[in-house]
């Protein structure tokens, strides 16, 4: 199997943990559990990475988040087309070889000739991702893509212990509000739960379902601490 990823930016950890301190936990794990292999085609440098993958239908939000996560701007967002064809990352060293690495696949739903090609790209990614954030759109109602992604490859348990749901634009959950603070209202929290409710009988998901906004930042630190919780709970 040889897959293929380009990095944006490579960085230090405290870049990443500065912003999000859930990653800090990172940092003296590098003795312990499961680091993946990698070997750099150009440079041919071999390093050993925990990486973490952020899959979905286009649209829903996966760049914006990496590039929040990341405070970055280098992943593409668009409201009209998907941008990602490959597996696009940030990467981060955790210490000497060690890397933390944040990856933004290409969306699914697009067109079923596409969507195909990217079944495969996903696939070839599974075995290799330590977490793998889904995202889900909190105000969406169909989530027949969704559901195809997840009965197609997310059936295995190894798999899915690694998998995190992200519940992704809830500042789009009614009834809107017009108010600066970005904290959802009474009212929007109460139809988020709803949600995540929704969420866990259609998905039936083993670790939490995390509602968050990448526009906003609100729980942004609740879905970088779930993904760091699961990384560190499979070693
Ligand atoms: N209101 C709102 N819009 C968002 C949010 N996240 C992403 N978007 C918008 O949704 C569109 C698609 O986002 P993108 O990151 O390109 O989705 P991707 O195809 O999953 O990578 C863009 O116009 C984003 O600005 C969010 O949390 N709230
Ligand atoms: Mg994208």
Redesign the pocket.
Known sequence: MKIVKYYHHRGKLEELSRRHSAFEKIKGTVNLGVWHEWTDSDTKEISCEKMMIFV??????????VNVISGTNY?????VS???RVCQCVDYRVQGRYWLSLG?LP?VGENQVRDEEYFKLYQDFLGYASVIIH?IRADARDYSIDEETTRRLFMEASIKKRIVYAL?????IEPLDRKSDPAPTELQMQNSNKKIAEVKRVFSPVNAVVP?????QWNLHGLTSEIVRVALSLG
């Open positions: 979905g239908k286009t649209g829903y939000g996966k760049s914006t988040t992943f593409q967002t668009s409201d998907s941008c990602t933004d969306g995202v992704g634009q809830c500042d789009k968050y906004s990448a526009t906003t």
